[in-house]
């Protein structure tokens, strides 16, 4: 075969394969066992499943490491070498006539701050799955059922280290957004800023339900991108997992995202080669409509939960400026002992009062950047949703932080310097993180236009040459004291207007620099942004708690259009007076308002720093342990359940508010228990059923039940439906909780229904998971069906109270 950028260039449509799972169990995959090891035990079935769709007309085939990972595999296997064996079974199957794709799904763990492993461990678990990918002759990385935006960023990064083979990257989505709350949009963003070759959707809904998230995804999208819906969603039939479209019908909805602009298609659950067979029917004589890109493509900077846009077309992104020691004692302090109250609640401040992006520099005497800065980053993420400008001159402290952060951050920033852009320059590139490029070089500043100009194209040069592209690069028009240098101002008019004009580049600066040494600067500031403003510039850092820079800010949009019917102005300055305090003149509010007054307001905003604090002080004051668990922590947690049902909150929000409030119980549980008034908690038996080994979903619900009072005896994954009675029976249990991802492991929890029946146990049991439902609950005789974990929450207590 030839290589497979030819098929990423040239005007067809390819189709990739199908499912697996399903077929491998209708040829002899035992209930229990793993079937990426079962396909390695049997190659002879698992190389007929691939040349059966072959025949079909898939010219992509998808090797069966989609559990490949040290964590899926389990102690004692080689991972490596696993995955290069069963990269030539496909590759013997798939011979010249198409192209072997090495699947690299999920390892079934969060990155931190959502779980236990770092971003840098997440890559490496990857880079040995790939190396075996590799050196089995794949043609193309292919990551796919992604959940998570820091997990699928890892498996880039993981393959960028080990080859230079092209990558596709798919995610799964609930609704509109992925398990820890990634837009779809976000995602391309994200993907796009890392070169990834092809970008999709895979699994999850059937076609239909799947056009919506590819219209989200189109929003920004310039590079390929390919669907692989499932065959619809799955029902219980006569006892067995029936997936409700057949071949023609899936082909026939499938087809219709060649006419959007895919140009990869395939199928996933429950899809077989009937099925591919007929959807190459139904793409047969199409070429590749290829969307118009962008015209003016975006910088762009992303969290797990959404994307700030920098252009000249959209409004000014605000930078705040705050969390910087310089100036600040109790900052400083803080910092000094690793302490971040203050600059969380900068952090707050600052979002509340219209600020997009979040300028951290942690540098003071005695603080250790390289141990601060990056612990700092991930407190911030865990807590708003916003990103990161990370603000030093220590290249260690840097890397560090960005290895830290899920999305792409904003470097502050990369001057010539010597070695500097060389040094930080590939880093970005690797992690997709677009950085401010600062036109210095040397001791001598650049007063002038021209000098400054001079410089960034000089720094452009080594970028180009080092394979950086031009999307990931903002230039600060660097704001000089105009009280010394007279000029300043209009050299900083000329940088902007030149960097919008020629170059298409995005332009910031520090905005307070200009005034320095003058009386009134917040007048100099406020007019000198509108100014600037009016040349192109689109970002700023300064501090968003400046009435009057807010007031130039908002009047300034309106006047450049970017305001339609000046909406934001009216919402914002309807009531103002001159001299007044204004609002925050209608900029994008994010995050709380200010810091946790309350336990309860402190458990919905997952400030653990302060939920401790908060009900010392409470107790203090003489407040009865059991009103702080009834009237502030319990009701806390409730509302952040509410949130979740209703997509304000996601997956990060909820497990942050579930560890901060488990804090607050800690701390009160003594007091409980001196009292002697510790009622007797609830006993539930979890567990992932038998033959599954996914467990993500089923340990959210265990952290939540525990918030709730539940006592959790949780058993794990794969456990057999006699294992789950006998706990039930030997810990009285009153409720049995079962999981399933799997159409091929679902079946299993009828099994533990009709035992509990059997026994006689009066355990009430509740399921939950991707492929089932309340009508396959009421099918197999089971108590409820929960949809997510706060569904579970509610459920739980419902039938331990009837």
Known sequence: MPDFRTALNDQALHLFDGAYGTLLQKRGLPAGMSPELFGLERPDVLRGLHEEYLAAGARILTTNTFGGTAPKLGKGVDVRAFNRATVEIARQAADDRAFVAGSVGPT?????????????????????????????????????????????????????????????????????????????????????????????????????????LVELMRRRLETRYHVQPNAGLPRLENGRTVFPLGPEEFATKTARFAELGAKFLGGCCGTSPEHIAALAAALQGKTWTRLAPPENPCLVLTTRGGSVAVDHALPLVLIGERINPTGKKKLAEELQSGVFGEALSMAAEQLATGAGILDVNVGAPMVKEAEVLPALVKALSERFDAPLAIDTTDIQAMAASLWACAGSPLVNSISGEPGRLEELGPLCKKLGTPFILLPLAGKKLPVTAS????????????????????????????????????????????????????????????????SFGLPARELVNSTFLAMCMAEGLTACIANPGSTRLREALAAAEVLLGRDPQAGRFIAGFSAWKPGEAGPSAGLRMSGPDAAAATPREAVIRGDKERLVPLLEAALERGDNPFDLVDKELIPGIMEVGEKYERREYFLPQLMLSAETVQLGFERLRPLLEQSGRDEARPRIVMATVEGDIHDIGKNIVCLLLRNHGFDVLDLGKDVPAAAIVDAARCHDARLIGLSALMTTTMVRMEEVVKLVRESGLQAKIIIGGAVVSQRYAEAIGADGYAKDAVAAVRLAKQLVSA
């Open 451 to 514: 000098e400054r100009l001079a410089a960034i194209e000089s720094l452009l040069r080594k970028a180009d040459d080092l394979g950086i592209p031009r999307r990931l690069i903002m230039v600060d028009a660097l704001a000089l004291t105009v009280s010394s240098k007279p000029e300043a101002a209009k050299s900083c008019f000329s940088v902007i207007r030149h960097c919008r004009d020629v170059w298409r580049l995005p332009t910031v600066l520090g905005l307070s620099n200009i």
């Open 108 to 212: 079934g763990l969060f990155v931190e701050p959502l779980g236990p492993i770092s971003f840098r461990d997440m890559v490496a678990l990857f880079i040995e799955q790939i190396r075996g990918l590799v050196e089995g002759g794949a043609d193309l990385i292919k990551a796919e059922t992604h959940f998570d935006l820091a997990e699928a960023k890892a498996v880039v990064v993981a393959a960028r280290e080990v080859c230079d083979l092209p990558v596709l990257v798919s995610m799964t989505y609930e609704g509109k957004t992925s398990l820890t709350g990634t837009p779809p949009d976000t995602f391309v963003d994200t993907m796009q800023n890392l070169g990834v070759d092809v970008v999709g959707v895979n699994c999850g809904t059937g076609p239909e339900e799947m056009a919506a």
